[in-house]
């Protein structure tokens, strides 16, 4: 099955880390993906992790990928009220052309 | 590098109606696929247009209809407006064959149906 579990709500300080996480059921997914949402906005891609890989860092984002567990997490550091904003993950599958996103997590982000 | 623009940004339509959106993809992508995103949720698959075919369709009734056209700019085209089909509807570009499959996303175009 297809389905792409997060946490609806997450609220820290500035500067502080924030940690985003997600599950997802289809062990085939290939490329699991962080977009991010502001308000009235599109989504932007913030980063994507191969299937194999267990650990991607791109300048303050971490994304961790436990495989076995089927857990994925966004790592923000230094986090910045321009931070506040939704962020869904996403999976692809191979042999599907759509990503299957989940709900998304709100992170707000208190001065 | 132009982005992905859709058109309009906002509109209303009553029970019944039908409508088009509009997206023109970035500049060197040739796919491109629709979702729909409900309030508070997560962007839901419509269906993909590669090199002007339908390439791939989500969970949606044939009433959600679209086009591609040859220089890869898209239509989507929804018959018989529910007021379930209220939601933001986003345009997403990409290069076919790319194994990352990323998506490059327009801004929306936010449909209310009364």
């Known amino acids: 099955g297809e389905d792409v579990e997060q946490s609806l709500f997450l609220s820290v300080r500035e500067g502080d880390s924030s940690v985003i996480n997600c599950t997802y059921t289809?062990?085939?997914?290939?490329?699991l993906y962080w977009y991010k949402q502001e308000p009235g906005a599109g989504l932007q891609l913030l980063t994507y992790i191969f299937s194999n890989m267990d650990m991607k860092q791109d300048q303050r984002l971490t994304v961790l990928l436990n495989k076995k567990d089927k857990h994925l997490s966004l790592r923000i550091a230094d986090t910045q009220t321009g931070d506040s904003a939704i962020y869904f993950c996403a999976e692809s599958i191979p042999g599907r052309r759509a990503l299957t996103f989940g709900s998304g997590t709100r992170l707000q982000v208190q001065p | 590098e132009t982005g992905v623009t859709q058109s309009p940004t906002h509109l209303i339509k009553t029970r019944g109606q039908q409508v088009t959106l509009r997206c023109s993809s970035q500049s060197g992508h040739n796919t491109v696929s629709w979702y729909q995103q409900a309030l508070g949720q997560g962007p839901q698959f419509i269906f993909q247009y590669y090199r002007e075919e339908e390439n791939g369709r989500g969970n949606f009734p044939p009433r959600f209809s679209g086009l591609q056209f040859p220089n890869y700019s898209s239509e989507l085209n929804v018959n018989a407006l529910e007021l379930d089909d209220s939601a933001l509807y986003l345009c997403?570009?990409?290069?076919?064959?790319?194994?990352?499959?990323?998506?490059?996303f327009g801004e929306g175009s936010r449909l209310t149906v009364l």
């Open positions: 997403a570009s990409s290069l076919g064959g790319k194994d990352t499959g990323e998506l490059f």
């Open positions: 289809d062990s085939s997914s290939t490329y």
